[in-house]
């Protein structure tokens, strides 16, 4: 590859269906903007560790192998526990928490919220929950979207039966002014005006994420109902 062979440029390779990338923001604050990806399923590449990922394969030749991120010591690759409920959508969330770190949203549309079949989930994960939810069941870089409940700051979002609340995530930038990134989720088969299959958006402002949980009980888990 004619990129590849540039001193600064890469190419992430050996993944089926690499099909975004985008910029993260400092999500592990060292001052370098680091990159979310999206394939099969979504991972961070920390911006410090782009060379050290390409080397890992033995070969500084400015191609990386994905399976080569979540080995990185601050870069991370999210899934689910079987090969259906894919985590295919990751953006940043602003800095949702007033840490002073950027966080990030993930979701799939096939992702069974709340045992519900395709109703799809998003989770809105602190920057600051990240080593803790890989540590939960080894600290290897992979983190089970799961585990994410069991930190301290960060939620899932779940939908009804089979309205794909996964399919669009989006951080809105502070809307209220209260200092905190805010968070804007698209459910593509909701039943949007009693119409099947109408879809919906949901604005999320993070001052409301502790109410909106409570009214279920506080498990860390939004129905999008809510």
Do not use: C, M
Request: without cysteine; charged residues 20%.
């Amino acid at each position: 590859s004619n990129i590849a062979a540039q001193s600064n440029s890469y190419v992430i390779d050996d993944a089926p269906q690499v099909n975004n990338l985008a910029d993260g923001g400092d999500i592990d604050g060292d001052g370098v903007v680091d990159i979310l990806i999206r394939s099969t399923d979504a991972y961070i590449l920390s911006g410090a560790e782009i060379a050290s990922a390409d080397a890992a394969d033995g070969s500084s030749d400015g191609i990386i192998k994905l399976a080569n991120v979540a080995s990185q010591t601050n870069s991370y690759h999210f899934a689910q526990d079987n090969n259906v409920d894919r985590v295919n959508q990751i953006g940043t969330g602003g800095d949702f928490d007033g840490d002073g770190f950027d966080d990030i949203v993930i979701g799939g549309q096939l992702i069974d919220g709340g045992g519900v079949n395709n109703s799809g989930g998003s989770f809105l994960i602190s920057a600051a929950d990240l080593a803790g939810a890989d540590a939960h069941d080894g600290a290897d870089g992979l983190i089970h979207v799961d585990n994410l409940l069991s930190q301290g700051n960060s939620y899932a979002f779940e939908g009804d039966a089979q309205v794909d609340s996964g399919y669009y995530i989006k951080s809105l930038g502070d809307i209220d002014g209260d200092g905190k990134g805010d968070l804007g989720l698209g459910a593509l088969g909701a039943p949007g005006d009693d119409t099947t299959n109408a879809g919906e958006a949901f604005i999320l402002h993070a001052s409301d994420l502790a109410a909106a949980d409570a009214l279920d009980g506080a498990d860390k888990t939004i129905a999008l109902a809510n």
